[in-house]
């Protein structure tokens, strides 16, 4: 339960009366003042688009500090939990709060194994799909459909165990997402094994097939893990903003999640990494000038961003992109394709704009999803299941936000406006409107 500690309060001092208003300190020093009396005392409300300075939620999962540079899942360094954890591992933390012991590992694992098959009626949905379907448009009805399959987690009477519910969804939309890319790429289904473990499992459902005999290559493998260590949990992000949102009305953990997954599918979030390539595909069929590219982004024309650049909270380099970056680099040495063009233009891009000024006075870096796009096309997987490997990361930090907000007393989400539109005006009937 979050540990909220008293920081005394601030007056507020308004024309006709001063109001006092309560301080919270988290537990990494972060202060907050408290406005839940503001409109009750004073008729007014605050005004922050974008929620940029909003807290709308004390969490003890995951402490982000932008200036620093600091990542920590439940108190461990992100730099900690990339260099020596399991996935798995990881997942069990932020549910949890505590890293699995080896038995708690094993029994995990084993449940994930025996939730990893889909339903067969389900399985038939995907031939409703047309072909060329994009696989987050998939994903989040496939995992919408799944409290149709599973409503055991709705009734209050006799819940399920909690490992039970977590491993369900854990493993059944890695399930979904390596058949939504067989689906369309107009491949038979590969079903997930016992005998690999969940990563490896996930590259034998997307690459093996009836002619194939494909054996997960571990270089891979622990990239791919890696990776989506890197993606687990970012605190109070878009789209783990909207899967507590449509949690705080009540529903069930797989309707907010697939709403979690299309807020992730937008560019200026998880859908960038998407983005980045396409970027810099055509920064290359352009002749490659990247100064071009920079300037464009500068230029403020609405339809160009440099993506992968650029974060709401971190004003300094992510620190998930530093490890995304050395992996990459890593992985396209292991696999001799050092050379590919796209990572070449990356790096004069991030090179460039970290010496020009219009970045530097913006706080602009490379995100994580600068280099993960480049490191996903080395190992095959296409530009269209970047987005999917994020939500397969990110889905362990969706259910612990939801659970944490499901187990506290917190308010359905339902901000206020400043109405800017038409003031009462008189009716007028169909046949006298001009
Ligand atoms: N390229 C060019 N200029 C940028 C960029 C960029 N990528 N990002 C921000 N800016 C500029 C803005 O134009 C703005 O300039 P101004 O102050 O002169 O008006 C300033 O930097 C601040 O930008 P905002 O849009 O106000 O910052 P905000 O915090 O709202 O947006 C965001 C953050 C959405 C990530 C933004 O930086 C962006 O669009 N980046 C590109 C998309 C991207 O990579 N998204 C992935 C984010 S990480 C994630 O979701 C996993």
Not at 74 to 93: S, T
Not at 184 to 207: A, Q, W
Request: with cysteine; proline share 5%.
């Amino acid at each position: 339960m979050s540990r909220l500690i008293s920081k005394g309060s601030v007056e507020l001092r308004l024309p006709d009366k001063t109001i006092s208003l309560p301080v919270h300190q988290g537990t990494e020093g972060e202060c907050a003042i408290d406005i839940s009396a503001l409109r009750r005392e004073t008729g007014l409300i605050t005004y922050d688009p974008g929620f940029v300075n909003t807290g709308a939620c004390a969490s003890d999962i995951t402490f982000v500090d932008g200036e620093k540079g600091i990542l920590r899942h439940r108190g461990y360094d992100i730099e900690d939990l990339a260099e020596n954890c399991l996935f798995l591992e990881v997942a069990y933390l932020l549910v949890h709060n505590k890293l699995p012991n080896k038995k708690e590992y094993q029994a995990f694992s084993r449940l994930m194994n025996h939730h990893s098959m889909i339903h067969e009626d389900m399985r038939n949905f995907f031939n409703n799909y047309p072909e060329g379907a994009h696989p987050m448009a998939v994903l989040s009805a496939m995992v919408v459909s799944l409290s149709s399959f599973y409503p055991e987690i709705e009734r209050e009477e006799g819940h399920e165990d909690l490992d039970i519910t977590v491993t369900r969804l854990l493993s059944k939309l890695r399930t979904i997402a390596a058949f939504s890319y067989k689906k369309s790429i107009g491949e038979p289904f590969v079903y997930p094994s016992h005998k690999y473990t969940y990563c490896e499992n996930f590259l034998n459902m997307m690459f093996a097939s009836p002619v194939n005999d494909y054996h997960p290559d571990p270089v891979a493998v622990r990239a791919l893990n890696l990776y989506l260590v890197l993606h687990a949990d970012h605190e109070q992000n878009c789209s783990t903003s909207v899967v507590r949102f449509v949690g705080s009305a009540g529903s069930n953990l797989y309707a907010s999640i697939a709403a979690g997954i299309c807020a992730l599918w937008g560019p200026l979030h998880g859908g960038a990494n998407e983005a980045v390539i396409r970027m810099l595909e055509s920064i290359r069929v352009n002749g490659g000038n990247v100064d071009r590219a920079i300037e464009r982004a500068k230029s403020r024309d609405p339809r160009f961003r440099l993506m992968g650049f650029g974060h709401r909270v971190y004003k300094t380099y992510d620190p998930r992109a530093r490890i995304a970056k050395r992996a990459c680099m890593q992985l396209l040495e292991k696999f001799g394709v050092g050379n590919d063009p796209l990572l070449e233009i990356a790096l004069q891009l991030e090179e460039k704009a970290l010496k020009d000024e219009y970045f530097v006075s913006r706080n602009l870096y490379p995100n994580v999803d600068f280099y993960t796009g480049i490191a996903y096309r080395a190992m095959g997987i296409p530009e269209n299941m970047f987005t999917v490997l994020f939500a397969l990361g990110r889905l362990p930090g969706w259910i612990a936000h939801w659970l944490e907000q499901h187990s506290s007393e917190q308010k359905i989400g339902r901000p206020r406006q400043i109405y800017t539109g038409e003031t009462r005006r008189p009716f007028v009937p169909m046949d006298e409107r001009p």
